[in-house]
């Protein structure tokens, strides 16, 4: 089948070649965002892969059912940049790869709490400048703290297991709970609780009507002061103007990000020689208790490896009329 890759970087272009060796696909790549100004690129594509700030909105829908696209094929977990009803009028399906390497972004998460404990984006910098002095570089044994997880599924599950090895109580929440994460030592309780007690809050859930700002001021509030927040799931579930709130206030200690509410005009490519034109986010790496990576969680040779093959298996299946577990369906109201 043809399939329009869009937002294709070097690395998107190595391993999906690698993986459709075997497949005999035709792939076509795009550098640029799906969106209604390049929608008509996909003209003629049976096929179209977007990544996770592709926009797939009722319109871009349209344009791309008029050149006679029928699959999207969604190289990431989430899905909540697709109009999901728009694409069963219109008779489009959507498939998804719902797990690449959950280890892959649970440990970029472990990363960043060690680095934002230790204090090692400052120390590396003082090193380098020749000041070995250790003032203001105190962190504490993750050992004996509690680790707030909210969102249960494969990647916050790998989570658990990774800090139940450290040693630290984890408290979960999830309107699901899993019988495996609580066998595992995690306790389920309710997310107030969860923000009140946790010396550590690591979100792990998707981004859908319900969890949209799902930390906003009230949940600040909530927090324990001086609480370690952590978001490598999607931007929109922080509300960034409430955190930079609890920010200046100390109510959060620190702040660690790889993924950021307003991050489709920013993250992914290098804006090193201009100005940043979003206030708020220039705002963020104002304190020096705050470190954020470019939506890099996912990107390890396992996961890239597990989203090539996955999402090209998820379009051969489709083309052959089988029925693929791994497709989005609309909810019905």
């Given amino acids: 089948m ?32 799906l969106q209604v100004e390049t929608a008509a690129l996909a003209a003629g594509f049976p096929a179209v892969c977007t990544f996770v700030n592709d926009q797939v909105d009722a319109p871009v829908l349209e344009c791309l059912r008029r050149g006679g696209t029928r699959v999207i094929a ?9 109009d999901l009803k728009a694409a069963d009028r219109l008779g489009v399906v959507v498939v998804r790869v719902p797990a690449y390497s959950p280890y892959s972004v649970a440990e970029h998460t472990v990363a960043l709490m060690l680095a934002l404990n230790r204090r090692v984006h400052r ?34 599950a790998a989570l658990v297991e990774i800090m139940t090895g450290f040693g630290s109580r984890i408290l979960a929440y999830d309107v699901e709970p899993s019988a495996a994460v609580r066998g595992s030592g995690a306790e389920y309780v309710p997310l107030d609780d969860l923000l009140a007690a946790a010396d550590i809050i690591s979100l792990h859930c998707p981004l859908l009507p319900p969890t949209h700002h799902l930390i906003n001021s009230a949940a600040v509030a909530r927090m324990k002061p001086g609480v370690m927040l952590i978001n490598t799931s999607r931007g929109g579930l922080v509300d960034t103007r409430a955190v930079i709130g609890g920010l200046k206030t100390g109510r959060i200690g620190a702040l660690g990000l790889d993924v950021y509410e307003e991050e489709e005009a920013l993250f992914f490519d290098d804006h090193s020689g201009k100005v940043l034109q979003d206030d708020v986010f220039a705002r963020l790496l104002t304190f020096p208790n705050v470190i954020i990576t470019g939506h890099q969680a996912f990107l390890t040779e396992e996961a890239l490896t597990a989203i090539a093959e996955t999402t090209l ?12 577990e791994n497709s989005v369906a609309a909810r019905k109201s």
């Fill in 2 to 33: 043809r399939i329009a890759v869009f937002s294709t970087k070097s690395y998107t272009r190595d391993y999906f070649d690698r993986a459709n060796a075997r497949l005999g696909h035709e792939l076509a790549y795009f550098e640029p965002r």
């Fill in 74 to 82: 969604l190289r990431c977990a989430g899905f909540n940049n697709v």
């Fill in 123 to 156: 120390a590396y910098n003082r090193v380098r400048e020749g000041n070995f002095a250790l003032d203001g570089l105190v962190g504490f044994e993750l050992r004996s703290r509690t680790i707030g997880v909210i969102g249960t599924g494969r990647i916050g």
């Fill in 313 to 324: 298996s998820n379009i051969t299946q489709v083309e052959r009329g089988e029925s693929c």
